[in-house]
T-cell receptor
């Protein structure tokens, strides 16, 4: 049973527009959420995280929104750039899990010039 | 500042063989986690090492074992390789925080294992 779901395998966006990547989770014990970006032949790169006590966290062009009641989070990239083209993974864990990250399957973002 | 490094980059083995993968954590990190990423899937947690002990384990058989050395580097060993063990093996390092939680995990580039 997948505890973290990314239901869109791919997303295509025009350069300069907003990219919205979505993630749903089922385990209500999760209290920390992260987004990683992965280029081919590289390991995942940490992008941004959010604690369950917040509903929004911003870092430059990246903003993560958390809706605990809906068990849903999203990553907004504004403006999107061609260099953002990569696979984006949503991950979650909970206090006491000692860093056992549960990942979704990823969404491949393509930003077209 | 060197990030997480892994060796080798690629590895080809045959069924039944044994393999050892290596990881050096990011400077200042003391905790190492290993993940397996099959094609088209997200990374799946194998286990985590801290203070040279396995602290937590995911749903992987005993064929998967590990070790952490005093300098915090780590090895992942897989015995009796199966075709299904073909995957990208990722190492992630982090800093242990108070209360047994860990800080953000930073990943290495991975080792691509192919089992024939």
């Amino acid at each position: 049973d997948q505890q973290v779901k990314q239901n869109s395998p791919s997303l295509s966006v025009q350069e300069g527009r907003i990219s919205i990547l979505n993630c749903d989770y089922t385990n209500s014990m999760f209290d920390y959420f992260l987004w990683y970006k992965k280029y081919p032949a590289e390991g995942p790169t940490f992008l941004i995280s959010i604690s369950s006590i917040k509903d929004k966290n911003e870092d430059g062009r990246f903003t993560v929104f958390l809706n605990k009641s809906a068990k849903h989070l999203s990553l907004h990239i504004v403006p999107s750039q061609p260099g953002d083209s990569a696979v984006y993974f949503c991950a979650a864990n909970y206090g006491g899990s000692q860093g056992n990250l549960i990942f979704g399957k990823g969404t491949k973002l393509s930003v077209k010039p | 500042d060197a990030g997480v490094t892994q060796s080798p980059t690629h590895l080809i083995k045959t069924r039944g063989q044994q393999v050892t993968l290596r990881c050096s954590p990011k400077s200042g990190h003391d905790t190492v986690s290993w993940y397996q990423q099959a094609l088209g899937q997200g990374p799946q947690f194998i286990f985590q090492y801290y203070e040279e002990e396995e602290r937590q384990r995911g749903n992987f058989p005993d064929r998967f074992s590990g070790h952490q050395f005093p300098n915090y580097s780590s090895e992942l060993n897989v015995n009796a390789l199966l075709l299904g063990d073909s995957a990208l093996y990722l190492c992630a390092s982090s800093k242990r925080l108070a209360g047994d939680s860990t800080d953000t995990q930073y990943f290495g580039p991975g080792t691509r294992l192919t089992v024939l």
